[in-house]
């Protein structure tokens, strides 16, 4: 399983992350003697690039990988084949210009703590992020303390303003507060508070409001809006929801089984899909209109676990327009169909 | 087949129920009334706590001890289940009115295998027969679902999620029931799966012309399934009417703020309009309109009054300041 590097972009000034041929293989079904007899393929040979600034959604079923592209990217999980470049501030390889972007294998021991402070990740339960025997403040303050931002004092009067951001106010009534003390929408504040606290260049954010309520979403959904451009961060957003990420994101990425089968602008993506494996996923949305009569969407069979999956595309099995071609041909390149607009699939 | 007789099937009249805490009691729902006719599907939609739940286990009868009904009926083929003794409730439960739950999980036993589970349902709950013409009325209820019969021998850990909400349907549909309460029944699926099962039953529902309540969050799918929709707010219907006219002209502002909250894939991409505050607590609920806390609209009035009930065609809500039926935008409304 030689990964392929598909898409390769010149790494440009604009470029923030540059992901290539990322792979993740998690052993499964171990056999006698603890050997491993198999592997899932999570992540399988996916390449995308983040600008500064710019939005990422990347979406897919339960199960495609996503959010192990995710951890991938915060360095949380080591791939096990391919590379993220990064060009984040402070951050240089030991030997090059500093202009020089940073290979994530490259990055030492001793800067990982540069690395922590300028990539964040935002996780999806505020029920489990934090530590329930720890006040707000300690909570925010501890990247602080661990990047050394501010003394003690300045630290009580950053995280009040970081709270004030976003939307806990007055600061005063919930420094000392425990989370249980709060809704989830809130412990969703504190967390964003947290990662934006010391100022990163770009951020995860892990399906953050799925375990919300609907009017909690709304508001964490538009804060992080706000907050992101505000603050010139990038981030890469994982949701399995369409709407959420066409609501948050400039561009969408579509995952299925490990692989990225297509990626674009959010609106040219969605009125214009090319996969049809998305066009499925577009036509299994509810529209929340009771004169819509929507399509069953175009798809067959159920999803399966990318278990050491046959050498063509994923999406084979299930796809309406897979031909003799598909079946005897290696997983499609992933390629420019239009403007910014790239697909993998032989079809399209 | 058409049969929408004018005898409601399912009746409702001023359910109240509290719960008891330490803190004092939880008035869960208050003053609940719907009716259901046969062959009508009804969706309950609300954030969470809002009593969406607290209704479907009180038409079940299955409350938690510290329950307390403070009044009310629920009607079920002229009887008042309600004031049925646990005996006799049980000849109701599942053979007149069964629930789809929320988690499929849990739903099933794990040490079971899943036709065993089902057949058992038929059983305890007075079909009449042998254990092989419930076999073979298992097997009839899989294929409806849309799951091969030769998955009755299986256990629940060897299902998908998707799977596990189908048996769960086959187990709800086992012994003919003219209700069916299904409580956030896609909520934990993805959406293809949820496209499906979603079809499948309102297929099922229209076939044997049963009456459905929907419990859901999600105005999308409430949309797309039900003929009638009923909006909740602490513990109160606030607004209610048929889908179409709720969904082109809300009244209630709640309603048109839940609207307003969802994101779609479809249309111009707008600004969600923030629905600031939470739900009030329900120990201690505010005084007038029970929305006016979070409300735009709210008035003085609002804040001491309760509102009156206005009714335009198939649609009531209960307000003082009745939209003329436009969604909240947060860029005209100035709410950030």
């Known amino acids: 399983m030689q990964p392929t590097q598909n898409s390769v972009q010149a790494f440009s000034p604009e470029t923030l992350v540059s992901v290539s041929g990322l792979t993740r293989l998690f052993p499964v079904g171990r056999g006698l003697f603890r050997r491993t007899t198999s592997f899932i393929h999570a992540v399988d040979d996916v390449s995308f690039d983040l600008d500064h600034g710019d939005?990422?959604?990347?979406?897919?079923?339960?199960?495609?990988?996503?959010?192990?592209?995710?951890?991938?990217?915060?360095?949380?999980?080591?791939?096990?084949?391919?590379?993220?470049?990064?060009?984040?501030?402070?951050?240089?390889?030991?030997?090059?210009?500093?202009?020089?972007?940073?290979?994530?294998?490259?990055?030492?021991?001793?800067?990982?703590?540069v690395f922590r402070r300028q990539a964040q990740m935002i996780f999806q339960d505020p029920y489990e992020s934090m530590n329930p025997?720890?006040?707000?403040?300690?909570?925010?303050?501890?990247?602080?303390?661990?990047?050394?931002?501010?003394?003690?004092?300045?630290?009580?009067?950053?995280?009040?303003?970081?709270?004030m951001l976003v939307g806990l106010t007055p600061p005063a009534t919930f420094l000392f507060r425990h989370p249980h003390e709060l809704s989830g929408g809130q412990r969703q504040r504190v967390a964003i508070a947290r990662a934006l606290v010391v100022e990163p260049t770009f951020v995860v954010a892990d399906e953050p409001t799925s375990m919300l309520d609907v009017s909690?979403?709304?508001?964490?959904?538009?804060?992080?809006?706000?907050?992101?451009?505000?603050?010139?961060?990038?981030?890469?957003?994982?949701?399995?929801?369409?709407a959420v990420a066409r609501y948050m994101c400039h561009r969408i990425a579509v995952m299925y089984l490990g692989k990225i089968v297509e990626?674009?602008?959010?609106?040219?993506?969605?009125?214009?899909?090319?996969?049809?494996?998305?066009?499925?996923?577009?036509?299994?949305?509810?529209?929340?209109?009771?004169?819509?009569?929507?399509?069953?969407?175009?798809?067959?069979?159920?999803?399966?676990?990318?278990?050491?999956?046959?050498?063509?595309?994923?999406?084979?099995?299930?796809?309406?327009?897979?031909?003799?071609?598909?079946r005897d041909n290696p997983h499609?390149?992933?390629?420019?169909k239009g403007p910014g607009h790239w697909a993998a699939c032989y079809e399209v | 087949?058409?049969?929408?007789?004018?005898?409601?099937?399912?009746?409702?009249?001023?359910?109240?129920?509290?719960?008891?805490?330490?803190?004092?009691?939880?008035?869960?729902?208050?003053?609940?009334?719907?009716?259901?006719?046969?062959?009508?599907?009804?969706?309950?939609?609300?954030?969470?706590?809002?009593?969406?739940?607290?209704?479907?286990?009180?038409?079940?009868?299955?409350?938690?001890?510290?329950?307390?009904?403070?009044?009310?009926?629920?009607?079920?083929?002229?009887?008042?289940?309600?004031?049925?003794?646990?005996?006799?409730?049980?000849?109701?439960?599942?053979?007149?009115?069964?629930?789809?739950?929320?988690?499929?999980?849990?739903?099933?036993?794990?040490?079971?295998?899943?036709?065993?589970?089902?057949?058992?349902?038929?059983e305890t709950h007075g079909v009449e027969g042998t254990q092989s013409d419930a076999r073979e009325r298992v097997a009839r209820l899989f294929r409806m679902v849309g799951l091969d019969p030769a998955l009755m021998e299986r256990y629940p850990h060897e299902f998908s999620g998707g799977m596990r909400q189908r048996a769960v349907i086959a187990m709800a549909l086992s012994c003919d029931p003219a209700v069916i309460i299904a409580d956030e029944p896609t909520t934990a699926l993805d959406v293809i799966v949820q496209d499906r099962i979603l079809r499948e039953l309102k297929g099922i529902q229209q076939q044997l012309s049963m009456a459905i309540i929907y419990i859901s969050h999600d105005i999308a799918v409430v949309a797309e399934?039900?003929?009638?929709?009923?909006?909740?707010?602490?513990?109160?219907?606030?607004?209610?009417?048929?889908?179409?006219?709720?969904?082109?002209?809300?009244?209630?502002?709640?309603?048109?703020?839940?609207?307003?909250?969802?994101?779609?894939?479809?249309?111009?991409?707008?600004?969600?309009?923030?629905?600031?505050?939470?739900?009030?607590?329900?120990?201690?609920?505010?005084?007038?309109?029970?929305?006016?806390?979070?409300?735009?609209?709210?008035?003085?009035?609002?804040?001491?009054?309760?509102?009156?009930?206005?009714?335009?065609?198939?649609?009531?809500a209960d307000c003082w300041h009745p939209l003329n039926g436009e969604i909240p935008d947060a860029a005209q409304e100035g709410v950030v």
């Open chain 1, 216 to 242: 909690s979403r709304t508001g964490i959904m538009n804060l992080m809006q706000q907050l992101a451009h505000g603050l010139g961060i990038a981030y890469l957003y994982v949701t399995h929801d369409l």
């Open chain 1, 133 to 163: 025997r720890r006040t707000i403040y300690d909570t925010i303050a501890e990247p602080l303390a661990v990047q050394g931002i501010g003394t003690v004092m300045d630290r009580v009067d950053l995280v009040s303003e970081i709270l």
């Open chain 1, 55 to 113: 939005s990422l959604g990347l979406v897919g079923e339960s199960g495609c990988g996503k959010t192990t592209v995710g951890k991938l990217l915060v360095k949380l999980l080591e791939p096990t084949y391919g590379e993220v470049l990064f060009r984040l501030p402070g951050l240089t390889p030991q030997a090059g210009s500093p202009e020089d972007p940073i290979a994530s294998s490259a990055i030492t021991s001793g800067q990982m703590r």
């Open chain 2, 225 to 316: 399934v039900t003929d009638r929709i009923g909006v909740m707010y602490a513990g109160r219907l606030v607004e209610y009417g048929d889908t179409a006219d709720v969904f082109r002209a809300p009244l209630h502002p709640y309603t048109a703020a839940l609207m307003g909250s969802f994101p779609s894939i479809t249309g111009e991409k707008r600004v969600l309009a923030n629905l600031s505050g939470e739900p009030p607590n329900l120990i201690d609920p505010p005084p007038g309109c029970p929305f006016h806390p979070r409300c735009l609209h709210a008035t003085d009035r609002c804040r001491t009054e309760f509102p009156p009930r206005v009714v335009l065609g198939s649609q009531w």
């Open chain 2, 1 to 122: 087949m058409q049969n929408t007789t004018t005898a409601p099937v399912l009746k409702v009249v001023d359910l109240s129920l509290g719960y008891l805490t330490r803190a004092g009691e939880v008035k869960a729902v208050e003053d609940f009334s719907f009716e259901l006719a046969q062959g009508q599907s009804l969706g309950l939609v609300g954030e969470s706590g809002c009593g969406k739940t607290s209704v479907a286990n009180c038409l079940m009868r299955l409350l938690p001890d510290n329950a307390v009904l403070r009044g009310g009926q629920v009607i079920l083929d002229g009887q008042d289940i309600m004031a049925l003794p646990e005996e006799e409730i049980r000849e109701y439960r599942w053979s007149r009115i069964a629930m789809v739950f929320q988690a499929a999980m849990n739903a099933l036993d794990p040490v079971y295998r899943v036709g065993q589970q089902v057949v058992e349902a038929i």
């Open chain 1, 332 to 336: 499609p390149p992933t390629e420019e």
């Open chain 1, 263 to 326: 990626i674009g602008e959010t609106e040219e993506l969605l009125h214009n899909p090319l996969h049809p494996y998305t066009r499925a996923l577009l036509s299994a949305v509810p529209v929340p209109d009771p004169h819509f009569r929507r399509e069953p969407p175009d798809i067959r069979g159920d999803l399966t676990a990318p278990i050491d999956p046959p050498d063509r595309c994923r999406f084979y099995d299930r796809c309406p327009l897979a031909t003799l071609h598909c």
